[in-house]
């Protein structure tokens, strides 16, 4: 059964530490999402790719996150420097560009910041 | 502008009983509409969706829900509810004449209680 893998599943580190997060897509899928879980703020989409190009990132803070797909089988998230506020779930989803079909979501990353 | 709303936080229901979990949207065009699941420590699942077509919808695990045009609604339903069912329900909408993607509703958290 094809699935989004997200690594890693728990990162744990110090305030102003860089941390990257690593979302592998299901092969084909040509869109792919991140999305930032809070129980505060609930689901909020930081970043969205179409064929590896970003087509919004509007949702994420520009001075300390960065978002890329170096190629279709890898999507990265990065935040330096990071802060306690930072502290949530990363979601990555990918879909097949298609807007009436679903999107498929990974298991997420918790990120601690300290 | 579309959104989405689930004007409950956390519903409880008794093993066995019928259970319903609200959904109501608001879009300019015509509606795409998800429901997806969340188990602690996992991402969305996917488990239906509403596009054209019959008003009543069958997913998966038994979920079925209903598209009311009129209401603007799209509450998920179960006849039977299972505690494992107890998850956390997201409804979803994106409007399809437009090239938005999905807005996530805030979630509502289902107890099953034995």
């Known amino acids: 059964d094809a699935r989004v893998t997200q690594t890693p599943r728990h990162k744990v580190t110090e305030m102003g530490q860089e941390v990257t997060m690593r979302c592998q897509p299901i092969l084909g899928h040509n869109t792919v999402f991140w999305y930032r879980q809070t129980m505060m703020q609930g689901l909020e989409l930081l970043a969205y790719f179409r064929n590896r190009a970003p087509l919004d990132d509007s949702g994420m803070p520009k001075d300390r996150f960065s978002a890329e797909m170096p190629d279709a089988t890898l999507a990265t998230l990065k935040i330096q420097p990071s802060e306690p506020r930072d502290s949530a779930v990363y979601f990555c989803?990918?879909?097949?560009?298609?807007?009436?079909?679903?999107?498929?979501f990974g298991n997420g990353t918790r990120l601690t910041v300290t | 502008a579309q959104s989405v709303a689930q004007p409950e936080d956390q519903v409880n229901v008794a093993e066995g009983n019928p259970l319903t979990v609200k959904c109501t949207y608001s879009v300019s065009g015509n509606p795409y509409l998800f429901w997806y699941v969340q188990y602690p420590n996992r991402g969305l699942q996917f488990l239906l969706k509403?596009?054209?077509?019959?008003?009543l919808v069958k997913g998966s695990y038994g979920f079925e829900a209903e598209f009311n045009k009129s209401q603007t609604s799209f509450h998920l339903k179960k006849p039977s509810a299972l505690v494992s069912d107890s998850a956390l329900y997201f409804c979803a909408v994106r409007d399809g004449g437009s090239a938005r993607q999905l807005t996530f509703g805030s979630g509502t958290q289902l107890t099953v209680l034995p």
């Open positions: 509403y596009i054209t077509g019959d008003n």
């Open positions: 989803a990918s879909g097949n560009g298609v807007y009436n079909s679903p999107l498929h």
